[in-house]
C-alpha cells in the first residue's frame, strides 16, 4: 500500500515569513492532492497535481511535483494567520482517482 | 446548503451502543466515502461506494458497515461502539477525473 509521509509534523512561524511543507511517497504519484483543515474542521480542497514537475499557485500558496513523482511541496509565501491550520496532502497510486491515501498532516501556526 | 452534510456533528455515545452517522450529497457524484481521522494517524479510509450498488472495504473496515440508500445518501453504522472508535469522521464525495474530493464538515464522535 502507499505510505505518505509529511514534514514538518508542526511548524510555528512569524507571519510574513516563508515556509515549505514537504510530502514524501513510497510509491509514484498519479495525483497528489493538497487540502488545507481549519482545527476541527472539514478538509478544503487546495490543489492537484499530475504531471511530473508541474507546479501550481493559488494566491500565496504555491505546490510542486518533482519529476520522479515522489514528492510534493507546498509553499507558503509571506505567511498571514488565516494560513494556520493543517496540511494534508492525498495520494492517488493507482491512477484511477478511485480513492485517496492521506499523509498525517502537518499542523502550522503563524504568529504575530 | 452545503455541498456535504454530516449528521449529526458531535456525539457522545456508551460503549456497546449502536451509532448511525448519516452522510447526504447535492453535488450528483456517484462516488462517496467514509474516513476517520485521529491525531498523528492522518485520515484513513473506512469504507468506499462507487454507486449505489457498490460497497467497498477500506484499510480499517473492521467494526463499522455502510449503507448507500441513494446516490446521495452515505450512512457509516458503528453496531456496537468501543472507545478507541473515538475519533472525528469525514463524509466525502468525488467522481472520475474530478479534481480532488469534497467533504464535510465532520463529525466528531466520542465514545465513552
Known amino acids: 500500500s502507499q505510505e505518505l509521509e509529511q514534514s514538518p509534523q508542526s511548524l510555528i512561524v512569524q507571519e510574513g515569513k516563508n515556509l515549505t511543507i514537504n510530502c514524501t511517497s513510497s510509491?509514484?504519484?498519479?495525483?497528489l492532492y493538497w487540502y488545507k483543515q481549519k482545527y476541527g474542521e472539514g478538509l478544503i480542497f487546495l490543489m492537484m497535481?499530475?504531471?511530473?514537475?508541474e507546479e501550481k499557485s493559488h494566491e500565496k500558496i504555491t505546490a510542486k511535483l518533482d519529476e520522479k513523482k515522489q514528492q510534493s511541496s507546498l509553499h507558503i509565501t509571506a505567511s498571514q494567520p488565516s494560513h494556520a491550520g493543517i496540511y494534508l496532502c492525498g495520494a492517488d497510486g493507482t491512477g484511477t482517482a478511485s480513492k485517496l491515501t492521506f499523509g498525517t498532516g502537518t499542523r502550522l501556526q503563524v504568529t504575530l | 446548503d452545503a455541498d456535504v452534510t454530516q449528521t449529526p456533528r458531535n456525539r457522545i455515545t456508551k460503549t456497546g451502543k449502536r451509532i448511525m452517522l448519516e452522510c447526504s450529497q447535492t453535488?450528483?457524484?456517484?462516488?462517496m466515502y467514509w474516513y476517520r481521522q485521529d491525531p498523528g494517524l492522518g485520515l484513513r479510509l473506512i469504507y468506499y461506494?462507487?454507486?449505489?450498488?457498490?460497497?467497498n472495504k477500506g484499510e480499517i473496515s473492521d467494526g463499522y458497515s455502510v449503507s448507500r440508500q441513494a446516490q446521495a445518501k452515505f450512512s457509516l453504522s458503528l453496531e456496537s461502539a468501543i472507545p478507541n472508535q473515538t475519533a472525528l469522521y469525514f463524509c466525502?464525495?468525488?467522481?472520475?477525473?474530478?479534481?480532488?474530493?469534497?467533504f464535510g464538515s465532520g463529525t466528531r464522535l466520542t465514545v465513552v
Open positions: 497535481l499530475q504531471k511530473g514537475g
Open positions: 510509491k509514484t504519484l498519479y495525483g
Open positions: 466525502a464525495t468525488s467522481e472520475l477525473g474530478a479534481n480532488g474530493y469534497t
Open positions: 461506494s462507487f454507486d449505489v450498488k457498490d460497497i
Open positions: 453535488k450528483g457524484h456517484d462516488r
